[in-house]
């Protein structure tokens, strides 16, 4: 499949554990974090977002924290699963520039 | 419904050719963003179209340009190709841009030799 990344940090869980990825945000203006999740050959896929005044939302097994006063957000996966393993993105919007501006990415690995 | 269409999935080319990439979105969706990947700088921000106009653009040389039709299918258009422009070139649409809920095509590989 596609290479997205060659030198991205990677974590590695095993199956059943909970994850939590990191991803240090450039932005304070912006007025959403999303977080991508993107398998070999496919585009990223929208995971969850936050507002930026919020600093907590929950999904379906997945837990986005926002800390405006370090400018870190994370997304914590529960009971993490096979089907998980992909590059995650964070990112950051603003409304008013119509652009989404994409982090680094983070390769996660579950290991059964 | 169908999804974000890209075309062509992969494409090679030779330095100085040009190159015009296609993307359809999904039904309804009026904007289209452009992405390059590459495993060096990551996903990179190249321009959105809403209503066929250009309402942001990245930081790219001006080899790099695009443009959107009535029916809100994206083109987008690199010239003088370098080999540092080979890159996977993704594209998303959402419905009105500025929406966090975007969605991605497949890609399009690139590569120039």
């Known amino acids: 499949g596609e290479s997205v990344g060659l030198h991205l940090p990677t974590l590695s869980v095993q199956e059943g554990d909970n994850s939590i990825i990191n991803c240090a945000y450039s932005n304070s203006a912006s007025d959403y974090f999303i977080w991508y999740k993107q398998e070999s050959g496919k585009g990223p896929q929208f995971i969850i977002d936050i507002r930026s005044n919020m600093d907590k939302r929950q999904g379906q097994r997945v837990t986005v924290l926002l800390n405006k006063t370090v400018k870190h957000l994370s997304l914590q996966i529960a009971a993490t699963q096979p089907g998980d393993s992909a590059v995650y993105f964070c990112a950051e919007l603003s409304l008013g520039g119509f652009k989404t501006i994409f982090g680094a990415g983070t390769r996660l690995f579950v290991k059964a | 419904k169908a999804g974000v269409t890209q075309t062509p999935r992969y494409l090679i080319k030779t330095r100085g050719q040009q190159v015009t990439l296609s993307c359809s979105p999904i039904?309804?969706?009026?904007?289209v963003s452009w992405y390059q990947q590459t495993p060096g700088q990551g996903l990179q921000f190249l321009f959105e179209?809403?209503?066929?106009?250009?309402?942001n653009k990245g930081n790219f040389p001006g080899r790099f340009s695009g443009r959107q039709f009535s029916n809100s299918r994206s083109e987008m258009n690199v010239s003088t190709l370098e080999l540092g422009d080979s890159a996977l070139y993704l594209c998303a649409s959402s419905l009105s841009g500025g929406h966090t809920e975007a969605f991605f095509g497949q890609g399009t590989r690139l590569t120039v030799v």
């Open positions: 039904s309804g969706h009026r904007s």
């Open positions: 179209y809403f209503s066929e106009t250009q309402r």
